[in-house]
């Protein structure tokens, strides 16, 4: 199984020499390869431990990276770097996701979202998550809408949105992302794909999330009186919590200094990435 990824993290660095002309970009590109390769990928079929909260069942031909190697794995790709985070992906690298829990207390699930309103606030907080990317000499990327507008599905407690993406280059990409309401928190899922395979990678994350659960105790339904209740409701989750607990007293008025983190995490695409995966697909 171990070749197996190995033959297709191959396949994907002569992708990236075949689309890059420069030496140096590609000595760039074999040396990030290198380092992926050495990341301590598991393999499915097996179970990947989440947050220490849930258990993800590993498809075949998927890869699992527990939160040292997400990190790296994150830090490598030219993005922020995380704690406690994880990614799933399937062999062809197709698309990756990534997962993060945030104990912020039982979310109440009875508010509706205007769609037109957290997209402001998610614009302003990306003109000030770009600020961080570039003091860190990292490429920016814009928001420029919905690709899917937030929904809500109160049978699986998952909330759903995709925004779109452009890289400095004009290179666009799509994330496609679920919030999964927990009994403690939420766990959050950013599903980093192309937007001409969108609907085609939704379905193959999708299942692979049916194989997602919280442990014992850990679940929404579980909740008890006297659990601890988040500060904020759905539209919080979309915006950040931390963004949206400071606003409390005018939501969709004030960042202040919270925005910063709204795209400056795992949730921001790494846009070099997305063009290595997707620009020769077709041939």
């Known amino acids: 199984m171990t070749l197996r990824v190995t033959n297709v993290l191959c396949a994907f660095v002569l992708i990236a020499a075949a689309t890059t002309p420069s030496a140096g970009q590609q000595a760039d590109e074999q040396q990030t390869f290198n380092e992926i390769k050495?990341?301590?990928?598991?393999?499915?079929?097996?179970?990947?431990?989440?947050?220490?909260?849930?258990?993800?069942?590993?498809?075949?031909?998927?890869?699992?990276?527990?939160?040292?190697?997400?990190?790296?794995?994150?830090?490598?790709?030219?993005?922020?770097?995380?704690?406690?985070?994880?990614?799933?992906?399937?062999?062809?690298?197709?698309?990756f996701a990534v997962f993060d829990f945030d104990p912020v207390g039982y979310i109440k699930d009875d508010e509706k979202v205007d769609a037109d309103a957290v997209l402001k606030v998610l614009k302003e907080g990306n003109v000030r998550g770009n600020e961080e990317r570039r003091r860190r000499g990292y490429p920016v990327v814009h928001l420029e809408g919905w690709f899917v507008a937030p929904h809500y599905d109160e049978t699986t407690k998952r909330l759903e949105w995709a925004t779109k993406l452009k890289g400095e280059s004009g290179d666009v990409s799509v994330n496609y992302k679920i919030r999964l309401l927990g009994r403690a928190g939420v766990m959050s899922a950013v599903l980093v794909s192309d937007p001409d395979s969108l609907e085609k990678d939704i379905r193959s994350f999708r299942a692979v999330l049916d194989g997602f659960s919280f442990d014992s105790g850990e679940r929404y339904a579980e909740y008890r009186t006297g659990d601890k209740v988040a500060e904020y409701g759905l539209a919080g989750l979309i915006v950040g919590g931390a963004a949206a607990a400071?606003?409390?007293?005018?939501?969709f008025k004030v960042i202040g200094k919270f925005a910063i983190f709204i795209f400056a995490g795992a949730a921001a695409v790494v846009m070099g990435l997305v063009r290595w995966l997707f620009q020769r697909r077709a041939t």
């Open 38 to 95: 050495k990341l301590g990928w598991q393999v499915g079929p097996s179970v990947g431990k989440v947050a220490r909260r849930a258990s993800l069942a590993i498809p075949a031909n998927h890869g699992f990276l527990a939160a040292a190697d997400t990190s790296k794995f994150l830090t490598l790709l030219k993005n922020l770097p995380q704690q406690d985070s994880y990614t799933i992906a399937p062999g062809d690298l197709h698309w």
């Open 246 to 251: 400071a606003a409390k007293s005018g939501f």
